[in-house]
């Protein structure tokens, strides 16, 4: 289950219920995926062969195609991230920047932990969503944001898209970001 950190005031929000009235106005999706599903082996794996991503998107086809479905995603991939990752450090650098795309940037959490920096409507300001496994959260478009890892540094999560090439990275420079 997903927990909010509002960055400006340090307040938490764990309760279920209140995280997903929290995201819900802040029109983020979230929605959960049942892991129980997931054989153990792959539970804790975070260095997977093509055969292994490719089981995954395979024991949770109905959960993918049922968002495809509903939101417009076209293609989807597994990705895994962690300190066996080549340049992983360089690769985070360049995931902490504030950032906006078209499209919405969707993921649901396989294993492992990961973090989505959001900017807030209003006076939110950006937030925290800390992710688990069986989370799945979108970003809404348009909207300032970064990801990264908590510090276990181990993440395992579907990527889905509506169009691989329309999924550019824009940089924003927010005077408003603060780093916590
Ligand atoms: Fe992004």
Redesign the pocket.
């Known amino acids: 289950m997903a927990q909010i950190r509002i960055r400006n005031t340090n307040e938490r929000i764990e309760d279920e219920a209140q995280v997903k009235a929290f995201l819900e106005s802040q029109e983020v999706v979230y929605e959960h995926w049942n892991m129980e599903k997931l054989p153990a082996e792959l539970r804790e794996k975070f260095v997977l062969s093509d055969e292994e991503k490719a089981q995954i998107t395979s024991i949770y086809d109905p959960e993918i195609r049922d968002l495809a479905a509903r939101r417009g995603y076209e293609i989807w991939d597994v990705i895994s991230l962690s300190d066996a990752t080549p340049n992983i450090e360089e690769l985070l650098k360049k995931f902490e920047q504030v950032?906006t795309?078209t499209e919405d940037?969707i993921r649901a959490i396989v294993a492992g932990k990961g973090i989505f920096i959001i900017k807030g409507k209003d006076e939110v300001g950006y937030f925290d969503v800390e992710l688990e496994a069986g989370d799945v959260i979108s970003?809404p478009e348009n909207t300032n944001?970064?990801?990264t890892l908590m510090e276990n540094r181990q993440i395992v999560a579907v990527r889905l898209f509506i169009e691989k090439d329309g999924w550019i990275?824009y940089n924003v420079d927010d005077p408003a970001f603060v780093k916590a």
């Open positions: 950032h795309h940037e970003v944001h970064f990801f990275a």
